[in-house]
C-alpha cells in the first residue's frame, strides 16, 4: 500500500478536478440559479486534502487562457475538444477567488498547461529530496511518479507510487510517455498510432522496452504474442513521425521558466472575511459556519461589516446584514428580575417568543425555559426545570406561567417566533391559549423564498444575517448520550435560548421588509400562512382515532400475503433470494431471466427503482411480483405495525405533524405519522383508511375539491372551451374525449375517457409525448396526435403553457392566483434535462400552489365558522392535499356536510364553478 510522507509539498491539478467536478453529483445552484457544484466540488476536494495531509506546502494549479507551445507543435491539438459550458465557465473566477481567500498559491502560466507546472515543481522537489503528493485524475502524470514523487486521486482515495503505476498500467513510470503516445488521444487530439490500444501499447512496451528501443528490434515485433503483431511492424514504420509528434505531445514539460520558487508556495492563513462574503454568495451554508464559528469575536464583526457593504443594494434574495454588535442576556432567577423584564414585555410593541423543552414531541414536551427579545442584543431566558446536580434555584414553572399568561394570552401584544405552533401546543399542555401571534420567521423565509433554504434559525441565521448560531449539539452533545435541556448547565443554556429569541427577532426585522416589497408575499404571509398556526396546532393535538385491533389483523393479513407473494418469486426465480436486495434483483432480472434494462444508475449497473418494475410489470410478470411485494411491504412497515405503537398513551389518539414550510408549492406536508400518503387507488390502501374511526356519537365527514387543478387551469388559461364545460356541470373528461375524438358526449367510450383523463392530468404534470404513450399503453406518435388534438381545441392552455415558460425564464419564478411566489432555480440552467424539468415545473406550480392556497384560505373559512357557533358540531382533525376530513355530531351531519361544502366552494373565487363533495361514515374509508 503506497504512503507518502506527513507532510508533503502538494500539488494541486485544478482544471483536472475543475471538470471532473462539474460532471459529477451534486449539480448544485444558489438561490439566484447560478451553478456552483463544480466550486462545491473542488473546494471539498481541497478541503480534504488539508485536512488529512496538514501540509504547509502546497499550490493549486490552472490551464491558463489562449494557446501552449504545444499548438505551435500541432496545430490540430485540442482542436476537436468543445468549448467549455457557460455555466461551468462562471464557476472559474468565483472558485480562485474562495482558494486564494483559503490562503492557496493559485498558479496559472501562459504558454503551457497545468500538467507542465505541475511537472517541473514536482521534478525541482524530488531533486531537493522533497516529497511531493500531486493531486490529479489525470493518467498522464503517472509519468512524473518516482520514489518522491506520489499521485492521488482525491475522488477515489486512491495513491499511486512507482509499483502502483507498474500495477495499474503493466509498466513503469518511465514507460509511460511512450504508452500513452501509442495509444494518442481522442479528446486531446494527439494522432498515436492507429489502432493500438491499451493491451497493444503495454504488450509491444513489455516486450521490447521503450519506443526508441522498439524501432531498434522491428524485426521482433512480429514475435510478440498480442493480436495484430505480425504486421504491426509495417505500420510502426509507416507512422513513425506521427508517432515521434504523439510523443512530444504527450510528454510533460518539466523545465518550465517560473516566476517563483517552492519556498513561494508556503500556505498562508485563510481570509475568513473574504471566505464568508465568498460562501455566502455560493450559499456553502456549512462552511459559512465554520468560517464564523472559528472566528474569535472581534474577526466576526469584521466579517458581518464587509459582508454588509458588500452586499449594499444588492438582489435582495440573499441579503446578509450586520448582527447587534452587543449582546445584553440576561438570566432570570428572581421575582425582581422577572418583573423587570415583564414591564419590558407589556412596554414592547413586538417580542420573540421561544420556549426549550425536553422534547421535540410536542404532545409528550416539558416546559424547561422560556426566552424573550424585545431589541436586537436584548434578551431574556427564564428556566424553569433545570435538574441536573447542583444547578441553581429557579423560579417555579407554575409561579411563572401563572405571571406571563396574561401577556401570553393578549391578542394585542405582538410576539414573533421560529416555529411557533410547536410553542403553541406546548403551552396549550400547561392550560394556555397563546395569541397575538403575528409573525413566524419560518413562515417569513418560506414565503419569501420556499426553494432559497432550509427554514430552519440556524440556516436562515446564516443566509440572512450572516451569524453562526449555538448549534444544539455544541451544549448538549449528539447521539446515545445527548442531554435534554434539563440537563444542561445553566449558563451554557441560558446563551443558547436568550440567542434563539434574539436571532429570531433580527430575521424578522431583516425578512418582513423584504416580504413587503416582493408583491402580494406580505399578504400571503398574513392572510394565508398566519392565520393557520393556530389551526394546525389544534387539529394535530385533537388527533385521530384508530381501531388498532383492525390494524392488526391488516397486519396479519399483509404478511399473509407478503409470505405468498416471496415463494411465487422464488419459484420463478428457481431459488430463494433477498427481495429487498438490489444486486440479487439485478441479477435475477438482467442476468437471469434478460429483461430488457430500461434506466441505469449512477454507477452503471441495471436499475431496479420502483418506475422501472412498473414499466417492467406491464409486460413480465416477475417484476409485477416483486412491485407488489414492495408496496404490501411498504402499507405494512409504515402503517398497519406503526400506526398502534404510535397511539398516545393518554388520548389514545395518533396524532401527526403538519409542516407548512416544506413543500416548494405551499402544500402542507405531514410526518410522525404521514398520513398523506396513504394509497386510496389500492384495495389495500383504502382498507388502512378503514382503521380511522369515529369516536362514539360521531361520524367521520370527508370534503374534497372536484378537479380543482383542472378548474384551475381553466381560470388561469381562459380557455373558452374548458370554461364552457365547467359552466355546464360536464364531465370534464368525458368532455375532453368528445373534444379530442371528434364525437358527441354520448358517444365517449370508457377508454376514450380514459385515455382523455390521462390527457387532462399528465398535461397539467408537464408529461410527455413519450411518458403518456407509456401510461396509455399506446405508440408514441398516437399519443403525439392525441397532444396535438388537445391543443387544438383547446388553444387557450397552449398559449397559457408558452406564456408561463415565458414569464418564467425571464423572471426566475411564477406565481398563484394568490401571489405565492414560486421561485425555479434551474429555469435557465444550461443543463437541457434540469432546464426542461423546471419548465415542467413553471407550468404545473400555479396550479398546484393555487389549490394549496385555496385549500388553505378553506380551512381558515370553515375554522372561522366553527368558532362561531356555541356548540360547534364538527371537529377538522385531517387535512390529506385537497380534502378536509372532520369527526361530525351523529345527529348534525347532513346540515353539516352542506354547510361545509358551501364554506369550502366559497374559499375563493373562479371564472369556473369551485365544486366540494362530501361524504360520511363510521370511518374514513366510507366517508371519501
Same mark, same amino acid.
Given at each position: ?103 492557496? &498559491? ?537 400506526? &398502534?405503537?404510535?397511539?398516545? &398513551? ?279
Amino acid at each position: 500500500m503506497p504512503t507518502t510522507a506527513s507532510t508533503p509539498l502538494i500539488l494541486v491539478d485544478g482544471s483536472s478536478y475543475l471538470f471532473r467536478a462539474y460532471h459529477s453529483p451534486p449539480h448544485l445552484t444558489n438561490s439566484k440559479g447560478e451553478a456552483t457544484g463544480a466550486i462545491y466540488g473542488v473546494v471539498n476536494m481541497l478541503k480534504s486534502l488539508l485536512r488529512q495531509y496538514q501540509p504547509t506546502q502546497m499550490a493549486v494549479v490552472f490551464d491558463a487562457k489562449g494557446p501552449t507551445f504545444r499548438n505551435e507543435m500541432y496545430s490540430e491539438y485540442k482542436a476537436h475538444r468543445p468549448p467549455m459550458p457557460d455555466d461551468l465557465r462562471s464557476q472559474i473566477a468565483p472558485l480562485h477567488e474562495i482558494i486564494q481567500a483559503m490562503g492557496l &498559491p493559485l498558479l496559472c502560466i501562459s504558454g503551457v498547461e497545468a500538467d507542465d507546472v505541475i511537472g517541473t515543481l514536482a521534478c525541482q522537489a524530488s531533486a531537493a529530496g522533497l516529497h511531493t503528493l500531486i493531486s490529479t485524475g489525470d493518467k498522464d502524470m503517472a509519468q512524473l511518479v518516482d520514489g518522491h514523487i506520489t499521485l492521488i486521486n482525491t475522488m477515489t482515495n486512491t495513491l499511486l507510487d512507482p509499483q502502483g503505476v507498474a500495477e495499474k498500467f503493466g509498466i513503469g513510470p518511465e514507460l509511460i510517455i511512450d504508452y500513452l503516445a501509442l495509444m494518442g488521444d481522442k479528446v486531446d487530439n494527439i494522432p498515436g498510432l492507429p489502432g493500438v490500444g491499451e493491451k497493444t501499447a503495454a504488450a509491444l512496451l513489455q516486450g521490447l522496452g521503450s519506443i526508441e528501443q522498439i524501432y531498434q528490434q522491428l524485426d521482433q515485433v512480429a514475435a510478440l504474442s498480442f493480436r495484430g503483431a505480425k504486421t504491426m511492424a509495417a505500420k510502426l514504420e509507416q507512422f513513425r513521425d506521427q508517432l515521434q509528434l504523439s510523443y512530444q505531445l504527450a510528454t510533460i514539460k518539466t523545465d518550465v521558466e517560473l516566476p517563483y520558487q517552492l519556498a513561494d508556495l508556503t500556505i498562508k492563513s485563510a481570509d475568513n472575511s473574504r471566505l464568508a462574503q465568498l460562501y455566502q454568495e455560493c450559499e456553502f451554508r456549512r462552511w459559512l459556519a465554520e468560517v464564523l464559528g472559528n472566528e474569535p469575536a472581534a474577526a466576526k464583526l469584521q466579517v458581518k461589516a464587509a459582508q454588509a457593504d458588500m452586499f449594499a443594494g444588492a438582489d435582495d434574495t440573499v441579503v446578509p446584514t450586520t448582527t447587534a454588535t452587543t449582546t445584553d442576556y440576561l438570566t432570570v432567577l428572581d421575582e425582581t428580575a422577572f418583573a423587570a423584564m415583564l414591564h419590558q414585555l407589556h412596554s414592547s410593541e413586538l417580542v420573540a417568543f421561544d420556549t426549550e423543552t425536553t422534547s421535540l414531541d410536542y404532545m409528550q414536551a416539558e416546559l424547561v425555559g422560556l426566552s424573550v427579545a424585545t431589541a436586537a442584543g436584548t434578551a431574556w431566558y427564564v428556566p424553569v426545570a433545570h435538574d441536573y446536580v447542583g444547578a441553581p434555584e429557579q423560579l417555579k414553572r407554575d409561579w411563572v406561567l401563572a405571571q406571563l399568561k396574561p401577556w401570553l394570552e393578549d391578542s394585542s401584544k405582538a410576539k414573533v417566533g421560529q416555529n411557533l405552533k410547536y410553542d403553541q401546543s406546548v403551552l396549550a399542555r400547561y392550560g394556555i391559549a397563546l395569541k397575538g401571534v403575528c409573525f413566524d420567521t419560518m413562515l417569513e423565509s418560506y414565503v419569501l423564498n420556499s426553494v432559497a433554504s432550509r427554514h430552519d434559525m440556524d440556516s436562515l441565521s446564516l443566509k440572512y444575517l450572516g451569524h453562526k448560531t449555538i448549534s444544539f449539539e455544541e451544549i448538549a452533545g449528539k447521539g446515545a448520550k445527548q442531554l435534554t435541556f434539563n440537563q444542561i448547565e445553566l449558563e451554557k443554556a441560558a446563551q443558547y435560548a436568550a440567542e434563539d429569541a434574539d436571532i429570531t427577532l433580527q430575521l424578522h426585522q431583516k425578512l418582513w421588509p423584504q416580504l413587503q416589497q416582493q408583491g402580494d408575499l406580505a399578504q400571503v404571509l398574513r392572510d394565508i400562512e398566519m392565520p393557520l398556526v393556530d389551526i394546525l396546532s389544534r387539529i394535530e393535538r385533537h388527533g385521530v382515532l384508530i381501531d388498532s385491533k383492525l390494524l392488526s389483523k391488516q397486519s396479519e393479513q399483509l404478511a399473509a400475503r407478503i409470505a405468498e407473494l416471496e415463494q411465487l418469486a422464488y419459484e420463478q426465480a428457481g431459488k430463494a433470494f433477498n427481495l429487498s436486495s438490489p444486486k440479487q434483483l439485478q441479477e435475477i432480472l438482467f442476468n437471469q431471466m434478460g429483461l430488457p434494462v430500461l434506466k441505469k444508475t449512477p454507477t452503471g449497473t441495471p436499475s431496479t427503482a420502483e418506475e422501472v418494475l412498473a414499466e417492467l410489470a406491464l409486460e413480465y410478470e416477475f417484476p409485477k411480483l416483486i412491485t407488489e411485494h414492495r408496496g404490501l411491504s411498504k402499507l405494512k412497515s409504515t402503517y398497519t405495525d406503526k400506526l &398502534p405503537k404510535m397511539q398516545h &398513551p393518554v388520548t389514545g389518539r395518533v396524532h401527526t405533524s403538519y409542516h407548512q414550510a416544506v413543500a416548494a408549492t405551499g402544500r402542507l406536508s405531514s410526518t410522525d405519522p404521514n398520513l398523506q400518503n396513504i394509497p386510496i387507488r389500492t384495495e389495500e390502501g383504502r382498507r388502512i383508511r378503514q382503521a380511522f374511526i369515529a369516536p362514539p356519537g360521531k361520524k367521520i365527514v370527508a370534503v374534497d375539491y372536484s378537479q380543482i387543478e383542472l378548474r384551475i387551469m381553466a381560470h388561469l388559461s381562459q380557455d373558452r372551451a374548458l370554461l364552457d364545460a365547467f359552466a355546464q356541470g360536464r364531465d370534464i373528461h368525458r368532455a375532453t374525449a368528445a373534444e379530442v375524438f371528434s364525437v358527441s358526449l354520448e358517444q365517449v367510450t370508457a377508454e376514450q375517457r380514459r385515455s382523455a383523463k390521462a390527457v387532462n392530468f399528465g398535461l397539467i404534470y408537464g408529461m410527455s409525448a413519450f411518458g403518456l404513450a407509456k401510461q396509455l399503453g399506446v405508440g408514441r406518435n398516437e399519443a403525439q396526435q392525441y397532444v396535438d388534438r388537445y391543443f387544438e381545441r383547446f388553444p387557450g392552455v397552449l398559449d397559457y403553457m408558452e406564456r408561463t415558460r415565458k414569464q418564467a425564464h425571464e423572471q426566475g419564478y411564477v406565481e398563484t392566483l394568490f401571489g405565492r411566489r414560486l421561485y425555479l432555480p434551474d429555469i435557465n440552467a444550461q443543463n437541457m434535462m434540469r432546464r426542461k424539468g423546471a419548465e415542467r415545473a413553471a407550468i404545473n406550480a400555479p396550479m398546484q400552489g393555487t389549490a394549496a392556497d385555496i385549500i388553505k384560505k378553506a380551512m381558515i373559512k370553515v375554522d372561522q365558522w366553527l368558532l362561531q357557533q356555541a356548540n360547534p358540531p364538527a371537529v377538522m382533525i385531517m387535512q390529506v392535499h385537497d380534502e378536509l376530513v372532520f369527526e361530525v355530531d351523529a345527529d348534525k351531519v347532513d346540515q353539516t356536510k352542506q354547510q361545509l361544502t358551501e364554506l369550502m366552494a366559497q374559499a375563493a373565487s373562479l371564472d369556473v364553478p369551485l365544486l366540494a363533495e362530501a361524504g360520511d361514515g363510521d370511518n374514513w374509508d366510507q366517508a371519501h
